[in-house]
């Protein structure tokens, strides 16, 4: 079964608007990903969090973890019509390397 | 090469018929896994490399699917006697251990089509 579920599956807003998407997952985690998917490539890593962090900026991207309700979020601020993907989280199972991924949010950003 | 290189990028076959997907990873990544994913869907775990311990296989859907990592580098993913349910984008990816990053970097997929 998936270890992560994201929510919304889908978000549709406008260019410049910001657009926030959740993660949750089931098992204690060191770390948490987000992950970012065009449409029929492979995935591009964007930003990792340790469990020790509760908030990390990489440019537009703001992410925060909140372990004790085993969830995140990623925010991207001024959203452009390029950010338009499939956004994924993913976490290692149970304390091993093995990364589980969300189900993920597919993002349209209108121009 | 520079990244993680998938072959074939497409591949159409009969049900029925044997296919071998390959993953050639990044130079120096020790960890190497195998994805499968379902138009529109997430990514389901198959398989996970990491140097020479045994793999984790608990992804893998039947005893048809199957997997090896020759020399620690390439790996090659095996489907027989394949079904259209098996239909999907296989993607490989590989890690770095030393120092481990936690990044995933990803192939870009081999996109099987069963008929």
């Known amino acids: 079964s998936q270890q992560g579920e994201e929510d919304p599956q889908a978000l549709s807003i406008q260019e410049g608007e910001n657009a926030t998407m959740n993660c949750s997952y089931k098992?204690?985690?060191?770390?948490l990903q987000w992950y970012r998917q065009n449409s029929g490539r492979g995935l591009v890593h964007l930003i990792l969090?340790?469990?020790?962090?509760r908030e990390k900026h990489s440019g537009r991207l703001r992410v925060t973890l909140d372990t004790s309700k085993k969830s995140s979020s990623l925010l991207i601020t001024a959203s452009r019509a390029a950010d338009t993907a499939s956004y994924f989280c993913a976490t290692p199972f149970s304390g091993t390397y093995k990364y589980i991924f969300g189900t993920g949010t597919r993002l349209k950003v209108l121009a | 090469g520079a990244g993680v290189s998938q072959s074939p990028s497409n591949k159409v076959t009969e049900k029925g018929k044997d296919v071998e997907l390959r993953c050639d990873p990044i130079s120096g990544h020790t960890a190497l896994y195998w994805y499968r994913q379902s138009l529109g869907q997430g990514l389901e775990f198959l398989i996970y490399f990491q140097g020479n311990s045994a793999p984790d296989k608990s992804g893998l859907p039947s005893d048809r699917f199957s997997a090896e990592r020759t020399g620690g580098s390439v790996s090659t993913l095996t489907i027989q006697r394949t079904q259209q349910e098996d239909s999907a984008v296989y993607l490989c990816?590989?890690?770095?251990?030393?120092?481990?990053?936690?990044?995933?970097?990803f192939g870009e997929g081999s996109r099987l089509t069963v008929l």
């Open positions: 990816a590989s890690r770095y251990t030393a120092p481990n990053t936690g990044e995933l970097f």
């Open positions: 969090i340790r469990s020790n962090e």
């Open positions: 098992t204690s985690i060191n770390n």
